[in-house]
């Protein structure tokens, strides 16, 4: 195998070891917000409202998944529904009050846990990582 053969095996497990922390963190840190609904809540309120159609491309899932979890989040008072200005036979979607405090909520922790875990790394280490995961994340966005 090699040298690259098994840094690649090596990015795989850690990514899916990562994959499954975050999951488990996200539930312990605020469970009354999932990491499913915490990242659509953050795209609205980074994107202003948007439609569900935009969710769907965005997170590259099918239209019917984001369907339920819209329908999940706007039933838990978290997103609100309104008539597109531009176009009054679709709808859009952005965070209600409550799920902007609760996210808002959920970064303060997540924040705290993400600096507690990096405490020993210097800050070009940390920079360097930030540009590693948007370098990687960059090769998904259209």
């Known amino acids: 195998m090699s040298d690259r053969e098994a840094s690649m095996d ?3 497990r850690e990514l899916t070891s990562f994959a499954r922390r975050a999951r488990q963190k996200a539930a312990q840190l605020h469970p009354e917000l999932s990491l499913v609904a915490h990242s659509m809540l953050d795209h609205m309120d980074k994107n202003g409202s948007c439609h569900a159609a935009d969710l769907a491309g965005h997170f590259m899932l099918d239209k019917s998944t984001v369907s339920r979890q819209i329908t999940m989040l706007e039933a838990e008072g978290m997103i609100v529904r309104e008539t597109d200005p531009d176009d009054h036979r679709r709808q859009i979607v952005k965070p209600s009050e ?16 993400f600096e507690e875990r990096f405490t020993d790394w210097d800050d070009t280490d940390v920079a360097q990582l930030a540009a590693y995961l948007r370098s990687y994340n960059a090769a998904d966005v259209d």
């Open 98 to 113: 409550k799920g902007l405090d609760l996210l808002k909520g959920a970064n303060r922790q997540r924040r705290a846990s």
């Open 10 to 12: 090596v990015i795989q």
